[in-house]
């Protein structure tokens, strides 16, 4: 289990951008993390991989656990060494480098056995990948180049991926393809946090769900029961009339529209 207990997180001292946030992430699962922009969704994700420090955050109040252990006081290596990769918003690639290369620094604290398994595991999953190994990474294609971001994080085997909004910038057919890998690394054993603005995508593949508004979790449940939410379904399904409301807000939108009529 991936838990986050109580997490209060604040930036340069005087920020507090998450507020009491709780969430869990059992093993094998998938669970979607949902939110605008300006949530507090990649400080989440910051607090769970150690990489606060580097944006001036600290974690000042819970806790993040891995079975157990605790993550927050853990840097970004010694993170991933106990089992967690991230895949960052906006891929975040070497586009100098070649894809082979750009993978096996995903690998760099690695032994070679676990590199080489992992090779096999990203260019059997991204076989275009494969067909262009050889090629700078920045020619590939946005598709390719996110296959290639989420290639990376897998070279050191984590129980645990966390994604930051995968299918951003994508076309739906691509959309579409990025959701069948992730099922897929799922299958393989992978569990996966997924942040995502794209609800239905994320809840369509989900177990769990959470809605993250202002830092704090405002509501959360079974991910089929989160899709089916009239609340849910109007903020992040995009009805044109409340799409500049906060979420919480379009509750109360609804029922004075329905005052009204």
Do not use: C
């Amino acid at each position: 289990m991936l838990a986050v207990n109580n997490l209060d997180v604040v930036y340069e001292d005087v920020i507090l951008v998450l507020k009491n946030v709780t969430l869990e992430v059992p093993a094998g699962a998938i669970v979607a993390l949902l939110g605008a922009n300006g949530a507090g969704k990649t400080t989440l994700l910051r607090a769970v991989t150690g990489l606060l420090d580097v944006h001036r955050g600290a974690v000042t109040r819970g806790s993040v656990t891995l079975d157990g252990q605790p993550l927050h006081h853990l840097d970004a290596p010694r993170t991933v060494a106990a089992g967690i990769g991230q895949v960052m918003e906006g891929r975040r690639i070497f586009t100098d480098l070649t894809v082979d290369e750009n993978l096996r620094i995903g690998g760099h604290a690695a032994d070679r056995a676990t590199v080489a398994a992992g090779l096999d595991r990203a260019y059997s999953l991204f076989p275009v990948l494969a067909d262009r190994r050889q090629q700078p990474a920045g020619y590939l294609s946005g598709g390719e180049q996110q296959m290639l971001a989420i290639g990376r994080a897998l070279m050191s085997q984590p129980a645990y991926l966390l994604l930051d909004e995968p299918s951003l910038g994508l076309a739906p057919r691509l959309v579409q393809h990025i959701k069948e890998l992730i099922v897929e690394i799922n299958r393989q054993g992978t569990a996966i946090l997924l942040v995502e603005q794209n609800a239905s995508m994320a809840l369509s593949i989900a177990s769990h769900g959470y809605v993250l508004e202002t830092g704090k979790v405002v509501m959360d449940g079974a991910a089929a029961e989160l899709l089916a939410n009239d609340d849910i379904r109007e903020f992040y399904l995009g009805l044109s009339e409340e799409r500049d409301l906060s979420f919480r807000d379009v509750k109360h939108y609804r029922r004075r529209k329905r005052w009204l009529s």
